[in-house]
Each structure stands twice: as structure tokens, then as C-alpha cells.
């Protein structure tokens, strides 16, 4: 017999209830304690007048991994590349390699999401990330002015085949209308009124899609059965998070349910001290108020949800305000591992929780503490030493004491009789330092984060480069394995789970813009297979000169490889696809994205291989089309009247010229007649007088 959800309710908080125990009992002090550590809060143990700095070992250890770590895993769309199980399936598996990223770092906060993961890890032992998908909708508003019959029922005929919903919003009928007309609302209202040109109305094409969501989870919010070796093998493994009363009405919830939630669990301790002591007192918290704070959980349970003795792995999301009551919101049966990705930068054998820097780093950190402020007090006391007086000193004078103040002495007292006499405190300086130095050496040796390639040992000049590139090398070896531990767990299932959610949201094929290459590509992701194999690319997590110094190496084997091929790059040794691919690394170790603006894809190189073309267009809207025909009408018209105006100017132009050789050819007639009248008068014989 199937279990109610009163039964599964009550085996659910029970399960919550001992992963909340077993938090607040073994992780949350600690986590409390990092992030004192982190923000150099005092120790408690401070006295007056002494010194009370606090040294940042932890801090400095943290903020130098982490800009290596986040250029290894969002410095590239190339860091997970996924591989096919069975013949026919390379094309998907380049897809996949493509599009998965796409989704994590484009369509959700990828950066952030990374950061936080990779951070809570190095602080507070375990972190984690969800992977979800949640209902989306697109609307886009056509509006009906002048269009026809034809062009309404086309528009509604395209959406509702493409499974979109159709919505009416016509304007408001005329007042005159008589109570047997249809109302608007309808698409014959609509048509009708579009059809008798008013002004307004529109038509709302909704069209309802599942987005994956990426999504941090707080450390304190991870919740899992604490007897759990593995996350895959747990009964029960989730993550809580707060949410209001309007977002639990969107999933379903009456406002009767919602009420008898008792919000009688508040923010914890550490959301406390992460927010700078801000507590939930000021939230909005009475029933009714949309904005009252309640919890919803997300969890995955192994039970008998059948009753054949078997145990089925089971998602559930409910709510609860910190009681034993609850309302379910979603339950289905789960295929697959939960999709919740954890990370642990050190790890522990037969335990989900491992080690962070904060246990490598805290005895270190109190022990700088304890050594600066001796240091300091030292210092203090050698430049400002206590006097020794006898008592004909007035004391007020010493009382408040200012550099360069005289001390007065009491009436009859001589400056000469050595009333006043210093104390000489030794200067312990010498040995503080050399301390202070073999914690740094040891601090380095823990957490593989050393002053050399860091570059900040000013020393490092007079070392020889063999030695410096072995200390290099030794202390990245610590930081790489660091970084193979998050690429090979959390990493690789977080792109599992991005996969299996883009897997289960897929309807059919998708657009989206590639990281290199001028033009869409397209994917079909319900075409994919269950799943397939995945590897992760951590290579130069280290120091980024002795990455490119390696790739350099790389290139001068290719040279001499395509050498021993006689020039051919396309040899048995080394192909065009090996050249493009060390240049586009290259070109991503040195910080750019966009290898394309550089070089061409090594898919675009192989065996000359034409660009991918990109995917056919949607067929235009109808009133595109309207549009485009009044454009090409007008078009048209402008090309006629220009060569009307071109034909009239080459008229005049053809007149203009006409006229300029008939008047030429008059004054040559006028020219010549004149010439003609004179000759005739001087020839004309002379009448004697």
C-alpha cells in the first residue's frame, strides 16, 4: 500500500529533524568559528592597553586559491567535455559539450554560482549547488488594428500548433450594442471588431517552457542522513531555503494550508552573522501577509512507496514553518542520482563531510596572533619604555604623557640627582620574525599556497630558476589536487545534473549562440541519450606562466613532428585539429574567451571542413509579411519615382543642350551675316561727287 502523505510528512521531518542535529551538533559551530576567523573577529581573550590585532592566515590562504580555481573553471566553456557511449552518438556528445556550459554560465549566473560553491567549500567544509527546472512564459502581445479575418485565424491557428495558449483582449465594445451581441473575448468578437478597423484589441500568445535553474544551497541548508558514506547512497539527502507565503500560492497552496504552517523556526545563527547580525525580528511574519516567512524543502528519500519491502528513491518538495506540520507540494518518483552536486576541497575516506582550510590554518592563525601582538607590545614598549621614578616626580606630568613633555619635579628636587630613570626592555623582534617566518613555511607546506607563485617574495630573484620551479611545482601540487577534487565531484555531477535537466526539459530542437563562431547553432536535446561519459579538463590550475611555457613546449614538438611529416600538416603524428586545439588553450590560459576572434575551431580545420551552417529561420509572422509587402510596395514606388525624376533631368538636361547649340548656330547665322554686310559695304563702289 502506497504511503499517505501524512506518513511520508512525518518519516520526512523525522529524517530533517536528525540532518538538522547532526548540523548544529558537528558543522555549525565550526562554520561559525571560519567565518570569525575569516573577518579577523576577536578571540575573546583580549586585555586592555595591549595589543589585539588579529592575523588573516585564513583569509589570505582563501583569496589566493580562489582566483586560480575560478579562472580553471569559468575561464573556459571547454572544461567538461562529454564523450559517447555507443557508436552514433559523437554528434550528440558535441552538443552536449557545447550547450551544457551554455545553460550554466549564460541562461544562469554560472560565475557566481561557481564562486560560491568553490568558497563555502574552502571555508566551511561542505558545500553544495541544486539544479532544478522550473515554469517560464513567454508572452508576446499582437496587436489586431486593420487585420483581417484571414490574418487573425492564421496567427491563432500558428501559436496554438506550436502549443501555445491564445488569449483575446479586444477593446471595449460600443455602447449601442444590444445584449444578443457577443461580448468580446471571443476570437469572432475579436474578428469582428478587427475587421471594422478599431483602434484597439490585441491577441496575447503565451507560449510555457521549463528553464534549468542553477542555484547555490547555504552550507546550514544542506541537510543529509548523518550516517551517509555517499550522497548517492543516503536515505535522505536535500536542502531547505526560506520562501514566502506568495511563493508557496504559486505552487499551489491555499492561504488556509499556508496559515497552518506555524513559522516557529527563524534564521539561524550563522545567516545571522553572514548578514552582520541581522535577525528575522523586523520580517513580516503575521498570517495572511504575503511576505511571511516560511520554509519549503526540498528533499530526496529512500522509502517503500509500494509496499514490496523495496525502497524507492522518491523527490519531494513541502513546505513547513519549523513544525511537525507540513503540506506537500510536488512528489514523483526519481530516476538517477538527486540533483544536488556537494563539494569538499580535502577529502575523508567513508564520510560525505571532508576537511577545509579552516582546519588547516586556524592553530596557525592563533599562533600569528599571539606572536604579532607580543611583537607589537615589544615594539611599543621599546619605543615608549616605563620610567622608573623616585618621589620627587610630580606624577600628573606622567599621567598624561605627550611626546616631548617636560616631567616636573617637586620643589628642591634637582634634574641631576637621577630621580627619573627608564626602564630598558629587550628588543625581541629578531626571534618574533623568524617565528613568524617558519609558521609561513609551514602554513605554505599545509595549503600548497606559497609566497613564489604568488609573486610576492621579493627574495625570489636571487634563487635559481631550477629551485624556484621546484618549489613552484611542489606547492601547485597541493592547489591542483584541490582543484581535481572539485573538478572530479561537484563539478562533474553539477554537469551530469545541468544534462539530465536539460534531458527532461526538452521538447525539440534549440537556438543559442555559440562560444565561438559567428552565427546560431542549433541542438536538439530530447534526442539525447540517458546519459553519457564526461571528463574534465583541470590542467594549468597552477601558475599560469608555467601553463603557456608548457604549451609553448607542445607547439615546438608540433613544429618538428609536421617536420618529420615534410610540412604536411595533416600527418600520422600530428593533424590541424591537434595545432587548432593547442592555440585555442593558449588562447584561454592567456584570460580570453573568445578564442574564435584568434583562430578557427579545430572543427572548422579538420580535413578543410566548411563552417556549420546555421539552423533554417522560423517562418515569418503574418503581419511580417503585411509589413514586408508594404515596405517592398513603397520600395518600389520610391524606385519608380526616382527614375521618373532620373528621366526628367536627362530631359532637361537633353533641352538644356538642344537650346545651348541652337543659339550657338544663331550667333554663328548672326556672326556670319554681319560679316557678310560688312564685306558687301566695303566693296560697294564710291558715286563721284
Not at 52 to 59: K, R, Y
Not at 339 to 346: E, K, V
Not at 507 to 514: K, S
Request: net charge negative; glycine share 8%.
Amino acid at each position: 500500500m502506497p504511503l499517505s502523505d501524512e506518513e511520508l510528512i512525518a518519516l520526512l521531518r523525522k529524517e530533517e529533524e536528525a540532518a538538522s542535529g547532526f548540523q548544529d551538533a558537528a558543522l555549525s559551530a565550526v562554520r561559525e568559528e571560519a567565518l570569525a576567523y575569516y573577518d579577523r573577529q576577536p578571540y575573546g581573550d583580549e586585555q586592555e592597553g595591549a595589543s589585539s590585532i588579529v592575523t588573516s592566515e585564513f583569509a589570505d590562504v582563501v583569496e589566493s586559491l580562489m582566483p586560480g580555481l575560478m579562472r580553471v573553471f569559468t575561464g573556459s566553456d571547454d572544461l567538461a567535455k562529454f564523450a559517447p557511449t555507443a557508436p552514433g552518438q559523437e554528434k550528440w556528445a558535441k552538443e552536449a559539450s557545447e550547450y551544457v556550459p551554455h545553460v550554466l554560465m549564460r541562461q544562469n549566473d554560472g560565475f557566481r554560482v561557481i564562486s560560491s560553491l568553490l568558497k563555502d567549500a574552502l571555508m566551511y567544509r561542505l558545500s553544495g549547488v541544486a539544479v532544478d527546472l522550473e515554469d517560464v512564459e513567454d508572452k508576446r502581445s499582437v496587436p489586431v488594428q486593420h487585420l483581417t479575418q484571414d490574418a487573425i485565424d492564421l496567427i491563432v491557428a500558428e501559436a496554438q500548433a506550436q502549443g501555445a495558449e491564445v488569449t483575446m483582449d479586444p477593446p471595449t465594445p460600443p455602447a449601442e450594442a444590444s445584449e444578443g451581441e457577443a461580448l468580446p473575448g471571443t476570437l469572432a468578437a475579436l474578428s469582428s471588431v478587427a475587421s471594422a478597423g478599431s483602434v484597439g484589441g490585441a491577441i496575447t500568445v503565451t507560449h510555457k517552457r521549463k528553464r534549468v535553474v542553477v542555484d547555490s544551497i547555504a552550507p546550514e541548508d544542506i541537510r543529509f542522513s548523518p550516517v551517509a558514506r555517499d550522497e548517492d547512497k543516503a536515505s535522505f539527502l536535500g536542502f531547505i531555503k526560506r520562501v514566502t507565503s506568495s511563493d508557496l500560492v504559486k505552487l499551489g497552496l491555499t492561504q488556509e494550508e499556508i496559515d497552518d504552517l506555524n513559522a516557529d523556526k527563524g534564521l539561524s545563527d550563522e545567516a545571522a552573522q553572514r548578514n552582520e547580525g541581522v535577525l528575522d525580528d523586523a520580517e513580516r511574519a503575521e498570517e495572511g501577509d504575503s511576505e511571511r516567512p516560511l520554509w519549503l524543502v526540498v528533499a530526496y528519500i529512500r522509502a517503500d512507496d509500494d509496499g514490496d519491502g523495496i525502497s524507492e528513491l522518491l523527490r519531494v518538495v513541502y513546505a513547513h514553518g519549523g513544525g511537525t506540520a507540513g503540506r506537500i507540494v510536488e512528489r514523483v518518483e526519481w530516476s538517477g542520482p538527486a540533483s544536488i552536486a556537494l563539494a569538499t576541497p580535502i577529502l575523508m575516506p567513508h564520510t560525505i563531510v571532508g576537511r577545509s582550510l579552516f582546519d588547516q590554518t586556524q592553530d596557525l592563525q592563533q599562533l600569528g596572533s599571539v606572536l604579532t601582538r607580543g611583537l607589537l607590545d615589544n615594539l611599543y614598549i621599546v619605543n615608549r619604555p616605563r620610567p622608573v621614578i623616585s618621589d620627587q616626580v610630580n606624577l600628573d606630568s606622567l599621567i598624561d604623557w605627550v611626546p616631548g613633555s617636560p616631567i616636573r619635579l617637586k620643589p628642591g628636587a634637582r634634574p641631576g640627582d637621577n630621580h627619573v630613570a627608564w626602564l630598558q626592555v629587550p628588543n625581541v623582534s629578531g626571534a618574533v620574525l623568524s617565528a613568524l617566518e617558519h609558521l609561513a613555511t609551514v602554513r605554505e607546506n599545509r595549503t600548497g599556497v606559497s609566497r613564489y607563485n604568488q609573486g610576492l617574495d621579493a627574495e625570489s630573484l636571487n634563487k635559481t630558476l631550477g629551485g624556484l620551479d621546484r618549489i613552484m611545482s611542489a606547492a601547485s601540487q597541493r592547489q591542483d589536487l584541490i582543484a581535481r577534487t572539485f573538478a572530479e565531484t561537484a563539478i562533474k555531477r553539477l554537469y551530469r545534473l545541468i544534462y539530465r535537466a536539460i534531458k527532461r526539459a526538452a521538447t525539440g530542437p534549440v537556438a543559442y549562440w555559440p562560444r565561438v563562431g559567428g552565427a546560431f547553432a542549433s541542438c536538439d536535446p530530447s534526442q539525447w541519450p540517458d546519459d553519457m561519459d564526461l571528463s574534465v579538463d583541470v590542467v594549468g590550475i597552477g601558475n599560469r606562466e608555467q601553463a603557456i611555457g608548457h604549451l609553448a613546449l607542445v607547439g615546438s614538438l608540433q613544429e618538428k613532428l609536421i617536420a618529420l611529416q615534410g610540412g604536411n600538416a595533416q600527418g600520422p603524428f600530428v593533424t590541424a585539429e591537434n595545432i587548432a586545439n593547442g592555440a585555442q588553450k593558449l588562447t584561454e590560459i592567456l584570460g580570453y574567451k573568445t578564442p574564435g576572434l584568434f583562430f578557427q575551431s579545430a572543427d572548422r580545420v579538420v580535413n578543410g571542413a566548411p563552417p556549420a551552417q546555421p539552423p533554417a529561420q522560423p517562418a515569418p509572422s503574418p503581419e511580417l509579411l503585411t509589413v514586408q509587402a508594404q515596405i517592398e510596395i513603397l520600395r518600389e514606388a520610391a524606385a519608380a519615382d526616382m527614375q521618373i525624376k532620373r528621366e526628367k533631368a536627362q530631359a532637361d538636361i537633353a533641352i538644356a543642350e538642344f537650346k545651348v547649340r541652337q543659339w550657338a548656330e544663331i550667333e554663328r547665322f548672326k556672326a556670319g551675316l554681319k560679316a557678310s554686310l560688312q564685306a558687301d559695304a566695303q566693296a560697294e563702289p564710291r558715286i563721284p561727287s
